[in-house]
């Protein structure tokens, strides 16, 4: 997964440059060097700026929009310059004076937090969004940010878990960036449950190829899911859009055969081919001899279908008519889904887990969405097809 960006944008630091305006009833001792500083400043002389600063900042008796002034060009310098640390003791020491604007405030706290966590100050980032910026969203990210990088992944779960809880209940979901956070707290705290929810959330919500990967590869580890489940994942992962390599496309067109899903391995060749992973190289004599394999059996499974489902129901092959029914949908034929249904409905499947999640995908493939949702909501077990199913009600 790509780490997530620091996000500043409009919430980043602000320069406050105190213009001196000469008309001002200011002593010639403080607006002589301040305007110097200013224009040191615009030279990026930085030092020097600093210096004329200090001279402004020496002189006595000064009023407290005197001692505003010198503070908020001394940030300025200090910002401008890259001195994170030394730009937020400024900011800092401007908002605990009592001497800024009620209307500056705001602005001056954005710019304290975005320094101190550009210092990696980040305890005191987030005192300071909580003390001033808890309601505004651009800092919320910031906030999670300086909980990750403490380490803090139990801060970062409790300001998620409403967001979290939102989005289960047909909310929006919480932001990319947030839940790239989550996801990489519970890989370094090894708590998998964790990151499969996370995950979870985010091909739910962002869904691209380089989350379904992790999330379906993580999944497949898993020892509590069942191996009779594999062709099930790999479909899963083709609707994804997840990069596979040749030999995954070889094994499961081999895999869809021994099914009996002649069309369903045709597909899979077909994608392989579509990706540039079969039709060429040095396995293509193989490749060529599995090809003719699955448009012999296509064939032939187009040709003898009734029978077939006939000779099926009478020997009460449920299983058999099943696949029967989920071949002729995958290649085009909705009239399989009777059945499938007809198959669930007998209770003589040993795998009824299996058979809803395929029943859902069969649906689908019949542009029967509706249903297929309905179906793959329906089911159970915990050998990896309920966990199957719920991903397939993400695919867009």
Known sequence: MKMFNTMFGAAGAVLLVATVAVADP??????????????????????AALAAVAQADAVPNKTPDEQLTIAQLRAAIDTASGNRAAAANDYAAILASGALPAAQTQTMAESLASSQYQAGEYAKTVQTIKTYLADDARFHTILLQSYYQMGDCKSISADMAPAIKAAAHGGHGPAETELQMLAYCDTNAKNMPGYVADMELLVQFYPNPTYWSGLIGQLQSDPAYSDRLALD????????????????????????????????????????????LLGSGADLDRQTRLKALVDKRRDAAKAGAAEQAAQALAGKDFQALFNIG???????????????????????LTHIDQAELEMGMGYAMAGEASKANAMWRAVGGNDGAQRLATLWRYIR
């Open 326 to 348: 989920f071949n002729e949908v995958a290649g085009g034929d909705a009239s399989g889904i009777a059945l499938m249904e007809q198959s669930i409905r007998s209770g003589a």
């Open 233 to 276: 994942f790999f479909r899963l992962k083709l609707a994804a859009g997840v990069a596979a390599p040749e030999a995954d496309y070889m094994e499961y067109t081999q895999e869809a055969l021994q099914a009996g899903l002649p069309n369903t391995a045709e597909q899979i060749f077909a994608m392989g081919q579509k990706n540039g």
């Open 26 to 47: 200011m002593p010639a001792t403080l607006a002589t060097p301040l305007l110097n500083a200013e224009h040191l400043l615009s030279a990026h002389k930085y030092a």
